[in-house]
């Protein structure tokens, strides 16, 4: 069902519920109503009955049933019976008396005072009416016509205005149903005109006030993200291509060169040694895409556990000076730190990949070839400073320098691809830390990175 459907039935479910409640307080009430001013009427015909009868000595039964057959004001199927002391009737109204009077009921009347039945369609009262000499109990009954006729039709009109209101209420309700839900239509409609070829169309936002706005922003802000991937993603596959066909390409003319003619031991051992390194540089990059993939992956968390970030930094700082001697690398530890602030929780090889990818950048681009780590504790975090004193980075750079393929204008002469600082930035955010970049042109660059410590337990 339709949210639509929902609100117009939801909205006509409750407006029956509370015209129901109401016709049937109405209905109620108005019943009560007329049941007691109709045994007033009654009570009034039937104490002015007694009194002719006790209080005027001209007035005798007889007479009082003449007064009462010629009376205009009488109730319709009217019967009064009067009683007195002895239980004998001392007045009744002419015609065969259809309300049956025993003792029993006789001194319940005495008793209470006074006792409201009803016998078939009648509606009966006996009253104990009392003077100075005489004490007699009145039975009178008859039948509200009138009344039961108001009640049929105030029960009629209350049926046809429940059902009328009902009606209004389901147009009105589909009618502000479908008013209120046609900005949600409208930004669905928006949304599925939305492909991959026109990305950069966005959801109109209305008024900028209300939850349809606020669902309109968030729809726009899920674009933008999605743009931005997908134009990473284009950016990325490019320069992946490009950067993969550069090796090939000279890999095939290397070897397409040495099959034009015959080749001597030497240039043969020459070419083979240049293809080698083409291919040892292919499969670096696709190491590094393949590790720039998996830290992208949030299915990596799984494999976290506790690192000992002291060890792990001085294993890269081992591996990077074995593979290159003239590298130099030094490590200091903050004497605040204490040995349980230096274990995070996290995937070991990732944060291998980010340590060692920070010391190579800051040897490889520092004429000293020289980086300083630093490691010291913070509120809850262990922060590691690399610092180096090479060529630095551009102001306007800084942004660009952690997208993926981007170098430096003043590193072009210097061998890489463009990687590393990307994979450390995904690696760090992976862990929920941060990775911050001051750096000044000619000057050196200092990177800062900050990871959680484990909790104790």
Known sequence: MQIRDKLTFLFLLIVALIMGASSLAIYYLSAQYRKQEFYERIEN??????KLLIEVEEVDAELLRKIEENNPVSLPNEEITIFDYQNQVLYSSEGEQTVAVNEPLLN????????????????VLGVLFTDQYDRVVVVASATDIFGYRKLDNLRNVLFIVFGAGLLFTFISGRIFAQRTLSPISRVIAQVDAIGVSNLSSRVDEGNQTDELAHLAGTFNEMLDRLEEAFKLQKNFIANASHELR??????????EVTLLSDRTAEDYKRTVNSVLDDIKNLNYLSNRLLLLAQASSESVESSFGSIRVDEVLWQSAGEL???NPSYKVSISFNEDLEDDQM?????EQLIKTALLNLMDNGCKYS???????????????????FRDFGIGIDEEEQELIFEPFHRGSNAQNIKGHGIGLSLVQRIVKLHEGTLTLMSKKGKGSTFTLTFRVKKKI
Do not use: C, M, S, Y
């Open 108 to 123: 319940r009347i005495r008793l209470e005072g006074e006792v409201r039945f009803v016998f078939g369609n009648q509606e």
């Open 343 to 347: 274990t995070v929780v996290g995937n």
């Open 45 to 50: 015909k039937a104490r002015n009955v007694a």
């Open 246 to 255: 550069t090796p090939l390409t000279a890999i095939t003319g290397q070897l």
């Open 367 to 385: 004429d000293p070839h020289e980086v300083q780590v630093n490691v010291e504790p913070d509120i809850g975090q262990l922060v590691l400073t």
């Open 321 to 323: 000076q074995k593979r």
